[in-house]
């Protein structure tokens, strides 16, 4: 069966200090760090990337517009990544967002498997 991947980075990392997701593109590719998950599985996609929308963090009500968009084009996902830069941002940079409680709470209103992190390097 078809998996439809998104992906959430932090605004202030993104293409300042990791540029063009590159790094995500290569991990998923090599399906290696929180990647690995999809190790057996050949129909995976990456659907979306976007940010967080800045501090202090508006990851809900930028999923419903990405779910929103994404339905507009006939589109869906089936889990939501935060990427490395938003784990590293809550580890050394101050972010506000939590993300197990933000994890539990877009599992919660969206129904969408949540995973945190990305690669590892
Ligand atoms: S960690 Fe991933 S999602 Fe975040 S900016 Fe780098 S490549 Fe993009
Ligand atoms: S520090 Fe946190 S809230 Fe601020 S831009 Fe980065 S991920 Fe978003």
Redesign the pocket.
Known sequence: MSKSIAIFS????RDVNCIACIKCFKAFSDRAGEFERYLDEDDVEIVAMS???????LLIPRTVLLLENLRAQGREVDTIHFGT??VK??ET?????NLEKMKNILETKFNKKVVIGTHNY
Request: aromatic share 0%.
């Open positions: 932090c605004k202030k990392i940010h967080c929308g800045d501090c202090p963090g830069c938003l941002a809550t940079a101050a972010c506000p967002i």
